[in-house]
Antibody, heavy 120, light 110 residues
Framework: QVQLQESGPGLVKPSQTLSLTCTVSGGSISSGSYYWNWIRQPAGKGLEWIGRIYPSGTTNYNPSLKSRVTILVDTSKNQFSLELSSVTAADTAVYYC????????????WGQGALVTVSS | QSALTQPASVSGSPGQSITISCTGTSSDVGGYNYVSWYQQHPGTAPKLLIYDVSKRPSGVSNRFSGSKSGNTASLTISGLQADDDTDYYCSSYSGTSTYVFGTGTKVTVL
C-alpha cells in the first residue's frame, strides 16, 4: 500500500526557510486521483492544515500561512515538498504529509511526521 | 478561518457510548458534507476514522460512527474500549479549496 515519509532538517534558525520533502512509495504521485497535503502539529496542541498540491502543480494554501508557504511537486522523484519562509519559534512543530482522495474528504495515509525546531 | 470547536475532554466507562461534537459555521461544517474524524495516539500520526461525515474506511471498526446536524458534526464511539483512550480531531472542508481542523478532544476511558 502507499506509504509517505517526511525528511529534512530538524533544526532551523529563526528568519530562515524551513524545507521538508515527502517521499511517496507504493504508488505514483502522478496518478491524478489524489491531492498531496502538508499538516503540522505543535507539541501538545492541535492539527493545522498548511496546504496541498495536485500533480499538475496546482496548489491551495491556508490563508493564515499563504504569504510564507510554497508547496512543490517533483513527479520524477515521486516527491512533494514544503517551504516555509521567515520562520519563528511559533513554527516549531511536527510536520506531517498526507494523501487526500480527489473525491473524498479524508486524509489517509499520513507520514510518520518530522519534528522541526526553530531555534538559534 | 477559525478552528472548529470540540470539547476538551469526554469520558466514559468501558462498554458505554460517548459522543464528541465538532462545531463550525455554515462556511465549513454546515456548508459541505466533507467532515472527517481522526484518532491520534501519543507520538503517532493521526488515523482516519470517518470521512464524508459518516463513511468508514475499510478496516475501521463499526464502533465508530459519524453524523451531522446543521453546523455541528458528531463522532460516536460505542462499546468503549481501553484503546479508545486517546485524542480525537475533526476536520472540515471550509470552501475555497481549504481545510480546517477541530481543537481536539481527549477521550478518557474510566
Amino acid at each position: 500500500q502507499v506509504q509517505l515519509q517526511e525528511s529534512g532538517p530538524g533544526l532551523v534558525k529563526p528568519s530562515q526557510t524551513l524545507s521538508l520533502t515527502c517521499t511517496v512509495s507504493g504508488g505514483s504521485i502522478s496518478s491524478g486521483s489524489y491531492y498531496w497535503n502538508w499538516i503540522r502539529q505543535p507539541a501538545g496542541k492541535g492539527l493545522e492544515w498548511i496546504g496541498r498540491i495536485y500533480p499538475s502543480g496546482t496548489t491551495n494554501y491556508n490563508p493564515s500561512l499563504k504569504s510564507r508557504v510554497t508547496i512543490l511537486v517533483d513527479t520524477s522523484k515521486n516527491q512533494f515538498s514544503l517551504e516555509l519562509s521567515s520562520v519563528t519559534a511559533a513554527d516549531t512543530a511536527v510536520y506531517y504529509c498526507a494523501r487526500e482522495d480527489f473525491t473524498d474528504s479524508g486524509f489517509d495515509p499520513w507520514g510518520q511526521g518530522a519534528l522541526v525546531t526553530v531555534s538559534s | 478561518q477559525s478552528a472548529l470547536t470540540q470539547p476538551a475532554s469526554v469520558s466514559g466507562s468501558p462498554g458505554q457510548s460517548i459522543t464528541i461534537s465538532c462545531t463550525g459555521t455554515s462556511s465549513d461544517v454546515g456548508g459541505y458534507n466533507y467532515v472527517s474524524w481522526y484518532q491520534q495516539h501519543p507520538g503517532t500520526a493521526p488515523k482516519l476514522l470517518i470521512y464524508d461525515v459518516s463513511k468508514r474506511p475499510s478496516g475501521v471498526s463499526n464502533r465508530f460512527s459519524g453524523s451531522k446536524s446543521g453546523n455541528t458534526a458528531s463522532l460516536t464511539i460505542s462499546g468503549l474500549q481501553a484503546d479508545d483512550d486517546t485524542d480525537y480531531y475533526c476536520s472540515s472542508y471550509s470552501g475555497t479549496s481549504t481545510y480546517v481542523f477541530g481543537t481536539g478532544t481527549k477521550v478518557t476511558v474510566l
